[in-house]
């Protein structure tokens, strides 16, 4: 286990984050998924965001990474651990069972933030409205789902974005610093428990109520202003 913290950033250039659904989209996609069309209200109308530069995570915060926060005294270890180092077959896995706040803290003690809800789908979309990081179409090969745990990061490399981010549809949903209210967080990117190809969209929008809790399936990635 490395004693020095070590980040694999992603350069994402100055541009428009596409967000969100547009409403023209919606009777297309609830006929494509099986869906009443009630269920993108909360991505649309969609947006235009101008964005900076900044960097991302290429994958998500690993266990083996969250590790050398532990063992500089900045956080503790995740109760399923049983110790203060995660199983040395898991160390490459997205960490789990950290709350938001837990995800805020891990990021000030590296010098880095979590990303917004629009520099995410940024980096998962580039310059167009894609539904998925890869493209149009869905490939079950590029996302890591409908698993019985997470995988180690990064090991869907077909999955990739235009930026060559990984890990952006499934394996863990990831903490955004988008809150609605003190309660409550924007979660992206669906997870490995997630069984439904809509949910793993780029503009799918999960809203954790929990903003508190640790849970087995949520994570997240860092970024850095430039």
Known sequence: MPSKLELDLVRIPPGTARTGTLSTQVDEFAERFGLHPSWFDGEVPGARVELPGYDIGRTPVTNEQWACFVADGGGEAPGWWQGSAPP??????????????????????????????????????????????????????????????????????????????????????????????????????????????????VAAVG?????????????????RSS
């Open 88 to 201: 040395p077959d898991l160390a490459d896995h997205p960490v789990t069972h950290v709350s938001l706040h837990d995800a805020h803290a891990f990021a000030a003690w590296a010098g880095v933030r979590l990303p917004s809800a629009a520099e995410w789908e940024r980096a998962a979309r580039g310059d167009d409205r894609r539904l998925f990081p890869w493209g149009d179409e869905f490939a079950p090969s590029s996302a890591h789902y409908g698993a019985l745990g997470t995988a180690p990061a990064g090991s869907r490399p077909a999955g990739a974005s235009p930026f060559g981010v990984l890990d952006l549809s499934g394996n863990v949903a990831e903490w955004t610093a988008d809150q609605p209210d003190p309660a409550t967080a924007i979660v992206k990117g669906g997870s490995w428990l997630t069984t439904a190809p809509v949910n793993l969209r």
């Open 207 to 223: 809203q954790s109520g929990w903003a508190l809790n640790r849970t087995d399936y949520i994570g997240f990635r860092v970024a």
